[in-house]
Each structure stands twice: as structure tokens, then as C-alpha cells.
């Protein structure tokens, strides 16, 4: 939120808090500035200006009736102002979104109030069913969901694809969040020693301990959890760690899927008419997968000790498809 | 000198209370702040209503008799919703799902404000959904029912849209496609530039076009090739996720080690090739020997760097 606001995100502030003081009549200075995070004396100031609008001739009782103390904002604003106003495209696609994401979670609408609730939210807006959101049901999320509410520790059955192995480990589990088609679990991983991050549906088995797993210090996790982007260790590998070697792999148009599937720090075209993709690269396990499912259409330029990468992991593979006395030639 | 916020909030509601559209001249009389006359005078309202159709007020301009000739009100359909008469339950759902959801925007707060709803803080959110500048354009377009125009792989479509869909970390748009006359699927983040959109009622589709239908949930499905039934080993290790990912009706053997082997319809032979590599060395096709046999000859290409050429 800018510092200094412009005058139409104030007005739509303003008309906010008005639609809302309109429907309980008053509310505290404080309660008023936290929902609409504004400060104290900012929201004193709109509403005091506010206290100055209304109709011509803008005699007092053409005016807004609204009180402001210190501590309360008393208002008498009638029942035009308290009514629900227009949602912009974007808006209406957000809530119906939110909404709809939520629905699409087993468990997580337990008594239908969010489905009555975008029933008539929909009703209003329009035509009915025309979103729909898919956020995957791997086999272990209603476990790991059940143990982050329950605060229950857990041993996890684990496949890393950046180590390509197998592991068993307990972890206290802290949340469990959707980032972008794929669902996490988020856990202090006794093996580690460390927070770290779990692909659900990587998780082989999930087991109670029985011990109560700590749960997140209060009001920490909003704010943690929201920069999940910005370098949360983890197994998500989307996010480049120290130990990260940047690669760079030339493609052809046909291999050009390759900026989707991975995370890329920079693209720019070749004279022969390929494209140049910077890659972070913090697993050789991942790295041969993604230089095996690009194939001729890929070539790695940089780091030297990468470039044979694609190569020998396609010979190796090779050797699962031919007879050993056919291999080599 | 009167307050930007102050004349915004007066425009409002003296633009608001009654339907006959009033001439500029009117409207300065009686809301405080404007400049005296002339050009900016002009300027300034018009500074003002693009303020207030950038927060989603739309002021409408209608002719007039008299000098001034243009008329301008708030349409009350165009500021205020239907109320939703949501209970107390229903709000909070709602709130909490707009506090859980993030759309990397503000819109589901904005969305809240105006229904009079604002938002609970401190809620740990649920899910990420990557937002595209383009989905409230094409969101509406489906509510309206009307046509979208837009560049796609380097062709222009002409689409009756009926459906978006977010899956695997991606929208799709799914609609009739007007000049193929077939069911297309599109991934929203590959259309170039912005949609063009039709007048509402526009789009008109078959009765039977079913868009849950279209979009296959599988790569290896995404596509318009001769069905093959392809049979893929899978080590022990990574078997039980490949069970669960493709689905137990699949499963046409299973080894005494602990290996399966998945039996999958394929009509994307290159995409069934990538999902097989990803799983490394813990995977192999076994059958059809035509599969088998490309993946060999992609595997040689790329292990020898051979120029052979490889169907991409």
C-alpha cells in the first residue's frame, strides 16, 4: 500500500468504511483502522472530511452524520450507503475464484456456508458454473491436513526427486499450502534439523507419531508462509540456494516448453534462431530429467562440467532399453 | 481549497441522487471545488470520472436538451448490487476464503470492501493461484456469454467461451472454436496480447457442447493422434506414486518385486515420452514395439547427439 494513497483508492477506502458504518452504526477508531489497514489518524482525517460531504446545499442536515472521537466513530447513514455496490471484473473474478478454490478442497466447506454463499454471490453476478478450479487431490493431503489442525507430529514416507531417494523422517507439521497447482507441506523436519518444504504428492506414507507436534509461534505464519517465494528452504527446488550453479541451455522452438517447466532466471535468442534459457540448477538428478525430456531439441552451453549431462544420462537409460551385448555401439 | 476526497465523495452522491443527467455547469454549482469555468473546468471533471472508473464507479454520459448538450449521472444498476442477503455464515465464508486464497492482487479485498464485507486479517493462507491480467476480461466474457477474439500460436481464434479452468498450475480457457467448429482448449498464459471481446449473447455454441468434457487430464491425452495403448514399467520405488497419479484401473500387472506396469490410452505419443523420462531410470516402455522403439530413437539422439532426425 503506497504511503502517500491517490485520491481514488482513498475515495474507495472512504466509500468502505461508510458502507460499513453504515451497518453497525459505530465501531471503534482501532477495530475501524485494522480491517481496512489505514492508520488511526488517516481514518480520523478521511472521516472527518467525510463529515463535510453530502448534498447541496450542505447545510447540516444535508451533511453526512458522522461523529469521530479518539476512540469511536459513531454514524447515522441510512440505508443507500449500507448497500452492497458493484464488483469490477477483477473483483468479481477474485472472489468467485477464492470461493471456488476453497470449495474444490474435501473437507474444507464442511457445513456448505461457502456454497450457499457463491450461490448467491453467482446468482447476482451472472451466469453460474463458469469457473472452475482443480487444485489436485494427491493420495496423503487429507492426512497431512487432518495433522496440521491437530497439531499431530508425524513420520513421513518421502521420494526426493533431487537426491532420487526414498526416505523416512518425523516432522512437525505447520501447514499445508496450494502454490500454484501443487500442494506443500510446510514442517520442521526433525532429520533436518530445519524447516523444509514437501511436494504432497511425493509423500510415500504418513504415520501419526502420537507426540503433539508444536504449532506455529502466533501470528508468525501469515507472514512467513506469504514470502514462501522468497527462499524458504525446501525440496520445492524452485528456488535457487546457495549451492545452485546457473546452467545455460540453448532450444530450439520445439524445446521451448522448457521456461514452463522450469524455473528460469533469463531467456534471450541466438543467432541461429534458438533461444538461450538461464537455469538454477541445485540437483543433477533433476537437471538430467530435464535435459533427457528435451533431448536433440536441447543443448547445454555452460557449465562445462554440465554440458555432457543430457548425454550420459541418455546412455545410461539406453542400457535399461538394449541388451547388454548391443550396449556401446 | 477544498480536498480531492472531499469533491470525489460530493460527485458521488450528488451524481447518484437523482436520475436526470446534469450538465457539467449544474454539476460545478453544486460540488464544491471545481475551477470557475472554462477548459479547466473540463479538465478536472474529466480527470475526475477517470478516478472514479478506475475504482469501478462508472459515471455515464447521456445527451441532452440544451446548450451544454451532455447530461452525466450514476446509473444505480451501475454502482449497487442486487443485495445478496448473505447470512452472517455465508459472509464469513467468504471472508475467510478471500483472506486464504491469494491471487497476487488486491481484487478479493476491493471485492469485500464494496459488498461491505472487509476482511478478517491473519488468516493463513490456503493457496497461490498465479493471476493473468487477462482472466477478469475472459471471466466476463463467459458470464456474458460473448465472443472472444484473440492471437494464439500465431493465429487469430474466434472463440464462443463456456468455461476457465485452472489446472496443474495453469488456466485454460474452453470454448467452441467458431471457425474450426470443435471444442478447443487454450492456455490462457500463451495468448498474445489482450482478447478482443464481443457484445453480450454473442457467443452461441452447439446444445450438446459439454466444455467439462474437453480439457483431458492427462498430457499423454492432450492430443489428436490414433489411440495407442501403451504399456510403461515402473520400479518399486516410485510405483506407488504412479499409481496414484495415473490411477489403479491402469495397473495391468504387478511384479512380485514390487514393479507395475501401467497400462495408458495415449494420443500424444511426445508428451507420454517426456512424462516417462521425468521418472528417470525407474521407468521404461515396454510395448507397443513402435513406442518402445521411439523412445530408443530419441534416447540414441540425444545420448549420441546423432542428427538422426526425431519427431519433436
Known sequence: MPARADAGYRLHRLLAVLTWLARQGRAPVAELAERFGIGPDELIADLELAACCGLPPYTPDQLMEIMVDEEEVVANLGPELARPRRLTAAEGFALATAARAIEAVPGADPDGSLARGLDKLEAVLGDRDRLRIDLGEPPHLAELRRAVEAHEQIELGYYSVSSDEESVRVVDPLSVVALDGRWYLDGYCHRAGDRRRFRVDRVLSVRPTGAAAPGPPPGALAGEVADHRAGEVGEAAFVPGPDAVVARVAVDDTGLWLTDAAPTLGVEPLPDGRTVVRLAVASTVWFDRLLLRLGPHGEVLDPPELADSGRRAAQRLLARYRPPAAGGS | ?312
Open chain 2, 1 to 312: 481549497m477544498v480536498d480531492r476526497l472531499e469533491r470525489l465523495t460530493d460527485l458521488v452522491l450528488v451524481l447518484l441522487r437523482d436520475d436526470r443527467p446534469k450538465p457539467l455547469r449544474e454539476i460545478a454549482a453544486e460540488v464544491p471545488g471545481y475551477p470557475a469555468e472554462g477548459e479547466a473546468r473540463r479538465q478536472a471533471f474529466e480527470r475526475d470520472k477517470r478516478t472514479l472508473r478506475d475504482g469501478g464507479v462508472e459515471v455515464s454520459a447521456v445527451p441532452i436538451e440544451g446548450r451544454e448538450q451532455v447530461g452525466y449521472l450514476i446509473r444505480p444498476e451501475d454502482f449497487y448490487l442486487p443485495d445478496l442477503d448473505l447470512a452472517p455464515d455465508e459472509q464469513a465464508a467468504l471472508n475467510l476464503a478471500v483472506a486464504g486464497v491469494h491471487l497476487g492482487d488486491p481484487s478479493g479485498r476491493d471485492a469485500l470492501w464494496r459488498l461491505g464485507l472487509p476482511a478478517t486479517a491473519g488468516v493463513q493462507p490456503f493457496a497461490d493461484l498465479a493471476a493473468l491480467p487477462a482472466l477478469p476480461v475472459l471471466y466476463d466474457a463467459v458470464r456474458r456469454r460473448a465472443t472472444v477474439t484473440f492471437d494464439y500460436r500465431g493465429d487469430t481464434r474466434h472463440v464462443a467461451p463456456a468455461l476457465l479452468r485452472f489446472r496443474g498450475g495453469w488456466w485454460y480457457l474452453v470454448g467452441f472454436d467458431l471457425d474450426k467448429e470443435a471444442s478447443r482448449t487454450f492456455r490462457v498464459d500463451r495468448m498474445d496480447g489482450a482478447a478482443t471481446v464481443g457484445s453480450p449473447g454473442s457467443a452461441v455454441m452447439p446444445d450438446d457442447f459439454d466444455p467439462g468434457a474437453s480439457l483431458p487430464e492427462e498430457p499423454w491425452r492432450m492430443g489428436e493422434e490414433e489411440v495407442v495403448r501403451v504399456d510403461v514399467l515402473v520400479d518399486r520405488g516410485l510405483a506407488p506414486l504412479v499409481v496414484a497419479e495415473v490411477g489403479d484401473s491402469t495397473v495391468h500387472d504387478r511384479r512380485h518385486d514390487g514393479a507395475v506396469v501401467v497400462r495408458l490410452e495415449v494420443t500424444n505419443i511426445a508428451a507420454l515420452r517426456s512424462w516417462v523420462l521425468e521418472l528417470g531410470e525407474h521407468a521404461e516402455v515396454l510395448a507397443p514395439d513402435s513406442v518402445r522403439a521411439d523412445m530408443i530413437a530419441w534416447l540414441e539422439a540425444t545420448a549420441g547427439r546423432s542428427s538422426s532426425p526425431v519427431a519433436g
